[in-house]
């Protein structure tokens, strides 16, 4: 069992676009470990100097129809809703341009770390088809002034833009992009699953509240945290100078 | 019929200060010819080495009385509001001076270009006026810190700060600022107007809602905007790798 | 009686944590002169190299009980609240390491000057201990993929970062910081207190409605302030091209 999951977009001569098979067969390696105790932390990248263009346009046109596109585009918020729901945090290894739903991509990730030559755009208008969808999660993630300029004028902006406004996390040279990212996954895999599952979906529940219930929520798991076997463990060592052994189980601390 | 709208603040002895008239001016000139099949973007600058500074003051005193305040800021929500409703792109073309309501003009704009002389105020507190108008724009355009230092000081921020913080879109030098901004223009001009209208709407729409009602209203948008006559024209176009030809007609596609 | 309210973290051996009985006297100190007519300014500051390293990890453990661990949740967070909640700004002055409840501390503050030197994390994830809390107050200030970078590898940012991000307003060097926050602090106090209390309870309440709402609320609220004796004194020294003269109370002008 393995505590890194590496989810790599394999098809670089179509541009690793997100038809529907890929968006089925990216959910399926999401969902594949994520509820082994073992799974710390997964990883998406790509082959290729594209990390991804997005929707595959074939797909798109009025041949395949109405309900064919609604189960595209309803398949892909799974995917990208699912990337914030899962108990692990994701990051995407990024080396080259995401645009679009690819661009979606990077954003719907926990942390996204990219090299100084990939850039992200949504150039969605300049084929009649606005991105919407993509702007879901590129507007949460950036200021509103930013998400609307890239969703009117298409452009594509660098990598320390991205860095700047906070769709991506970290900007590296090529050479070191899996050295950098492996960094921070490790720094992940170091702390307790459950403890990290908690503070996960909490942060997103607490987000979506106001000040004031988003309080009562985070405090009471805080307690809820402190109740756990491996929140007492990590204090206890802490308090007695030595390293934490997690239990990784969703266990609560003896009484 | 023209594709761009130019409205141009033209008081700079006043400072082109946001008078009743002026808003109405300004909300009249916004509607002319905005639901014409033509209209792409609205371009709004300003005349004199001011943008604009925001409410006249003389109009705020007790001799105006309540009810005339009332229909003050009454009209200034409008116009802000009105900004981000209509279905063309609205750009600020910024040289000089941005304060209290001038700043909110601004900050509701979809996309600023601004000089690198330009500066953005509310200080209205010097003037027992807090900007609180001012912050419903600008407290969703840059983080809270930065809004609550402007608001609290009435300090003014540089273009470089506004820009790094997305109160605005790009800087440019004085004598690039005609041609930037017309470069954005010409590039939103080049779209589908009903495409356009479809995505500017729903981004406003969207962001207002939760993540997954946001991703069930964009997703359905989605599908809408594939079975326009030109969300079917752009993606072909795209295929046979020739410039799509827009009806800009809110139409569907044939079957 | 003062117009500023220096309080001071302490407890510098114990790296400022914010134990109950830290917790408990902040907020008796915070509410002290808060509704006192000369009270303008509240500014936070800490003895020592470290500003505060959040909780009192020895009340956390299972000694206490859960019942413990709710109050001191409890506690933090009224008292965070209650920085956002007061009538006049609140000013952090930072010179060290800021972490978990102490980083959001900082978040909670009005305006943050902060040292080159200083940095912020949120590392409760190493001690198996999730800073949940935390997190409420950091990502409502800055984008959600710093925020869940600092959540998720425990990782510190330098001040520039932190600046650039918008969780804090300034960083100095350390020789200049008491200078530079007083500057803030003197600005802030030259501004009437009821104007400013209107403006910064009104932020709060605008920012957590939707945009339409938030307008109707704010321009009310503009009504109202100009209908303040300050109100129309600011407005008048204006004009009349003077200094205007306070009466800091919270009475209407004369008709």
Redo the contacts between chains.
């Keep these: 069992m393995k505590s890194s999951q590496a989810i790599i977009l394999n098809n670089p001569k179509k541009r690793n676009a997100l038809s529907l098979s890929m968006l089925e067969s990216l959910r399926e390696n999401i969902l594949t470990d994520v509820d082994g105790e073992d799974l710390r932390v997964i990883v998406i990248s790509a082959e290729g100097p594209v990390f991804s263009s997005g929707h595959d346009?074939?797909e798109?046109?009025?041949l395949q129809g109405?309900e064919y596109?609604?189960k595209v585009?309803?398949t892909?918020?799974e995917v990208?809703?699912l990337i914030?729901d899962v108990p692990v945090?994701v990051i995407a290894m990024v080396n080259g341009v995401a645009t679009a739903a690819g661009c979606q991509l990077v954003a719907s990730c926990?942390?996204?770390v990219a090299t100084d030559k990939s850039s992200f755009a949504t150039p969605g208008?300049?084929?009649?088809?606005?991105?919407?969808?993509p702007?879901?999660a590129i507007?949460?993630?950036?200021?509103?002034?930013?998400?609307?300029?890239m969703?009117?004028?298409?452009?594509p902006i660098s990598a320390q833009e991205a860095l700047?406004?906070?769709?991506?996390?970290?900007v590296v040279p090529e050479e070191r992009l899996e050295e950098e990212t492996l960094a921070?996954a490790q720094?992940?895999c170091?702390?307790?699953r459950p403890?990290?599952a908690?503070?996960?979906a909490?942060?997103q529940r607490?987000?979506?509240q106001?000040?004031?219930a988003?309080?009562?929520t985070?405090?009471?798991?805080?307690?809820d945290?402190?109740?756990?076997r491996?929140?007492?463990?990590?204090?206890?060592?802490?308090?007695e100078k030595r390293q934490?052994v997690?239990s990784h189980k969703t266990e609560k601390?003896p009484?």
């Design positions: 346009l074939k798109l046109t009025s109405r596109h609604a585009f309803h892909c918020s990208m809703t914030q945090p926990d942390i996204a208008v300049n084929v009649g088809l606005f991105c919407s969808t702007a879901v507007g949460r993630a950036v200021p509103r002034k930013v998400a609307m300029e969703l009117f004028t298409g452009s700047l406004h906070g769709l991506i996390s970290k921070i720094r992940v170091r702390a307790s403890v990290v908690l503070g996960k909490t942060f607490q987000m979506a106001g000040r004031d988003a309080y009562a985070a405090s009471k798991v805080m307690v945290n402190l109740a756990l491996d929140g007492q463990e990590g204090i206890r060592a802490f308090l934490p997690w601390a009484p």
